[in-house]
């Protein structure tokens, strides 16, 4: 079970100050595909990347697996990071420099950790990369792109898939394909995801839809899940 | 080889004009240093040499010593050279205008000696026989007595003692308490004036006559001259051999070690070359941290995907060391193979300016010291480190979102960046521009403009030079 309590984000000061997330609590039942769904600045974002520990809220809690997120310290928040959450951008967020395998076993790399080639081998068949193993990103199609960063965050099994427009930037065909697969492995593995998206037939499929409205909570809808 | 190590490798070699850039800042940075310590080593080299063809290669002289000493000291581990010469005895000058001076000092040279103590002739020759003398040029100026080539000289030659202690040349003359004892006469022929020589101390006092040495006579005692391995430890050879006192430092000589016991030429010494190296180590910064500034943008975005999928503070402040360390290990070879080459030139061309006005007789080499070389490789390594580690810094401390979308580098506001009327019309569209562009974003010529004034400084010194 993963927990929001009363968070709240705001950015800039005096006249400039602008209120992302205003007092927003959310539950998130273990291995459930939720969907965020809101218009554009509505806050929906800010809420996915202050769950993946990359924005610090302002205020309020937030729980992953019984871990309160915002009160460890860089260093051990980093290592959260590395370990129970993945997350997938838009644009991809590749390292360059770095072949499909490496970018893909980054976090493991990252600790120095052997990487397991059975788990390696199964993702690369999985994502449907086995012959762009040794590609660098700007070698891929969009589309393979991202799937090399779903395999990144799905590396570490992490307890939490984060997914921020992972279709935004891709053609129809390749967006269905990137949700199937992250359906596919929520499913699979029995990973927390929660999707951002403006997609309401990409919404439609999750368990739950949340929308976000000026940074609060309007609607939370559970949904019977269709095969 | 860590996945930070790989990542920094592989942009290194992608980003080749970047790269380029900063290794020539670091070449050239390097270069600056290279040049000023090897620079200030070869001039030091050349003033010590230049003081020891003036006043003699030897570091510590005992005035009155006896062979047994001697031959301990010539097995001393750090004494490269002993040279020792006879101490014949003193003479009272009758008519000397100096009441404090009125000794002739009377030594015997062997060959060796002529090596060790420069003794420049002004006119006639040295001695070839214990009958010959050769006296000094301030024995006329200071006191008052005038000797010519070929006159001959009768002395009556002794020892000064005063309560029973025999006295040196380190002793000054002690009125009415020393006298000359055991004295026998002695006839001279004088046969060359030189000048003072450098060994004879200010307070010492007897005028140095130089006669030959004779093996077979019998001497009261010896002057010893010790050359030593290495100068700089000129104190430890005093303090191991267990002297405090009856000793003459060839302080002329020791000066250019920085081993003078004259603070204020220490503390010149030191300062100027403080002032020079924290001069360029500024100016290196400012150089270094703009190549590696200029590329913070593009680094914001991968240090920020790097901490999102996990990476500490401490792993990227690390990848940032060694690609400062990766940077150093092309420039700084760079830097020290250019600038050793560009001193020797600068040294080519001033020798001449040097020997019209210090020592005409002294080549300006250049010499090469490992351990200026090594500062010089510290301290670009330090300034490289320093000007990676501050932008990288930057970026740790800046969100993570906002690496990622790099929207907090410059943040305008309409007032920030508006021109008045009559600077709009006098600078035209495009100098309007660029100043816009100047005051939306100050911050990146805090680095430009200081970096701009070190050069103009140190072109300044050069031109003036």
Known sequence: MSQIQDLCKVYGTGENQVTALDHVSLDFEKGAFTAI????????????????????????????????????????????????????????????????????????????????????????????????????????????????????????????????????ALDSKNGREIIRLLKENNRKYGQTLILVTHDESIALQADRIITIADGRVVKDERQVVRP | MSIFQKIVLRGLKKNRARTIVTVIGVALATLLLTAITTFAVSLQSYMAQGAIRKNGNWEVAFTDVQDAWIQKQQQNKDV?????????????????????????????????????????????????????????????????????????????????????????????????????????????????????????????????????????????????????????????????????????????????????????????????????????????????????????????????????VGATERQLLHSVLFEGFCVGCMGIPIGIGIGIPAVKLVLMLTEQNFSNILYTDVPLKLHISGVALAISVLISFLTIILSAWLPARKAVRT??????????????SKKSVKISRVMEHQLNLEGSLALKNFKRNRRRYRSVVPDAECRTIRCSKCIYR
């Open chain 2, 80 to 308: 490269t050279k002993t040279t020792v010469y006879d101490n014949i005895g003193y003479a009272v000058l009758d008519g000397c205008n100096n009441p404090d001076k009125s000794y002739a000092f009377i030594t015997a040279f062997d060959d060796s000696c002529y090596h060790t103590l420069p003794v420049h002739l002004i006119s006639g020759r040295l001695p070839q026989n214990d009958q010959e003398l050769v006296v000094p040029m301030h024995l006329q100026t200071n006191g008052g007595i005038e000797y010519s080539i070929g006159d001959t000289i009768t002395l009556q030659v002794g020892t000064r003692v005063s309560d029973g202690r025999t006295l040196s040349q380190k002793d000054a003359y002690q009125e009415g308490t020393e006298a000359l004892t055991e004295t026998t006469q002695k006839t001279y022929q004088i046969v060359g004036i030189c000048q003072r020589p450098s060994f004879e101390s200010r307070t010492a006092p007897g005028y140095t006559f130089i006669t030959a040495m004779d093996q077979s006579a019998a001497v009261v005692s010896k002057t010893l001259f010790v050359t030593l391995k290495t100068p700089q430890k000129t104190r430890a050879y005093l303090k191991q051999i267990g002297i405090s006192q009856g000793y003459l430092l060839n302080d002329e000589v020791l000066r250019f070690y920085g081993l003078s016991d004259d603070q204020t030429f220490n503390m010149m010494l030191y300062s100027v070359a403080a002032v020079l190296i924290a001069l360029i180590m500024i100016g290196s910064v400012f150089l270094i941290y703009n190549s590696f500034h200029m590329s913070l943008n593009e680094r914001m975005q991968q240090y920020g995907i790097l901490m999102s």
């Open chain 1, 37 to 168: 769904i809101g218009s554009s600045g509505s806050g929906k974002s800010t809420l996915l990347h202050a769950i993946a520990g990359v924005d610090i809220p302002t205020s309020g809690k937030i729980y992953l697996n019984g871990e309160d997120v915002y009160a460890k310290n860089n260093e051990k928040l980093a290592i959260f990071r590395r370990r129970q959450v993945g997350l997938i951008y838009q644009f991809h967020n590749l390292i360059p420099t770095l072949n499909v395998v490496e970018n893909i076993t980054l976090p493991i790399l990252m600790d120095r950790r052997k990487v397991n080639k059975e788990r390696l081998e199964e993702l690369l068949e999985l994502l449907g990369l086995q012959e762009r193993r040794e590609h660098l990103p700007n070698q891929l199609s969009g589309g393979q792109q991202q799937r090399v960063a779903i395999g990144r965050a799905l590396m570490n099994a992490p307890a939490v898939m984060l997914a921020d427009e992972p279709t935004g």
């Open chain 2, 399 to 412: 969100p993570i979102m906002e690496c990622i979308r790099q929207n907090n580098e410059v943040q305008v």
